[in-house]
C-alpha cells in the first residue's frame, strides 16, 4: 500500500523555522521525483519546490528561493523541506508527492501557520 505521511507542520512566527517531514513507503522511492506543493485558503495548489530521484536536480519556486531547502534521503525512504524566514504567506497545507513515469502519490498535507 503506497502511503506518503507529512509531518512537522505547526504555527510559528514570522520569521521563523520548520522543517516538514514525508515518509513514504509501499513503492520504490529511489526511483521517483519528490515535490513538495502548498495549498492556501481560496487558492490553487502551487509547486514549492522538486527534487530529482537521486537528488542531483532541485528547483525552487521564486516566492520560497533563498529560503526553503528541499532535501532526500534514499535510504529512509524521506523528504524534508526546511524551511526558514518564514512569512505569513507560506501558510498553507503542504504537500508531498512522488512521481514517476505515469504515478503519482500524495499525502494528506500537513499545515503550516505563520503568524505572531
Known amino acids: 500500500q503506497v502511503q506518503l505521511v507529512e509531518s512537522g507542520g505547526g504555527l510559528v512566527q514570522p520569521g521563523g523555522s520548520l522543517k516538514l517531514s514525508c515518509a513514504a513507503s509501499g513503492f520504490t522511492f529511489s526511483l521517483y521525483a519528490m515535490k513538495w506543493y502548498r495549498q492556501a485558503p481560496g487558492k490553487e495548489r502551487e509547486l514549492v519546490a522538486r527534487?530529482?530521484?537521486?537528488?542531483?536536480?532541485?528547483h525552487y519556486s521564486d516566492s520560497v528561493k533563498g529560503r526553503f531547502t528541499i532535501s532526500r534521503d534514499n535510504g529512509k525512504n524521506a523528504l524534508y523541506l526546511q524551511m526558514n524566514s518564514l512569512k505569513p504567506e507560506d501558510a498553507a497545507v503542504y504537500f508531498c508527492?512522488?512521481?514517476?513515469?505515469?504515478?503519482?502519490?500524495w499525502g494528506q498535507g500537513t499545515q503550516v501557520t505563520v503568524s505572531s
Open positions: 527534487i530529482s530521484n537521486g537528488g542531483g536536480n532541485i
Open positions: 508527492n512522488a512521481n514517476y513515469i505515469y504515478r503519482d502519490y
